[in-house]
């Protein structure tokens, strides 16, 4: 088993930055990458971004594309999401996944997901 813990949502004003982190515990060498996912209100959870643990290889939502950065601390098993330029129709609650293949997340699939971090953008 994998757990994840996610941290730093927030409230923030549009144009405004924060940085969201998950921690994986557990058997973490079971997975080869980890995602950021989102779910709005009245909406479908939807693929953010991705990170596969070894290659570093990076995987962008066209929408946050140049606006957001994923990255991670393999030494601290964290993975990081940097939001700049934050919009309003950012607010969701974030969560994070871990999977053996990278590719299954960037499809919505994950084996782990953590309980999810509220993020929300005022205008």
């Known amino acids: 088993q994998v757990q994840l813990i996610e941290s730093g949502g927030g409230l923030v004003q549009a144009g405004g930055s924060l940085r969201l982190s998950c921690r994986a515990s557990?058997?973490?060498?079971?997975?080869?990458?980890m995602g950021w996912f989102r779910q709005a209100p009245g909406k479908e959870r939807e693929f953010v971004a991705a990170?596969?643990?070894?290659?570093?290889?990076?995987y962008y939502v066209d929408s946050v594309r140049g606006r957001f950065t994923i990255s991670r601390d393999n030494g601290k098993n964290t993975v990081y999401l940097q939001m700049n330029s934050l919009k309003p129709e950012d607010t969701a609650v974030y969560y994070c996944?871990?999977?053996?293949?990278?590719?299954?997340?960037?499809?919505?699939?994950?084996?782990?997901w953590g309980r999810g971090t509220q993020v929300t953008v005022s205008s």
């Open positions: 557990g058997r973490t060498f079971s997975t080869a990458g």
């Open positions: 996944a871990a999977d053996v293949d990278t590719a299954r997340l960037r499809r919505g699939r994950g084996d782990y």
């Open positions: 990170i596969n643990w070894s290659s570093g290889n990076t």
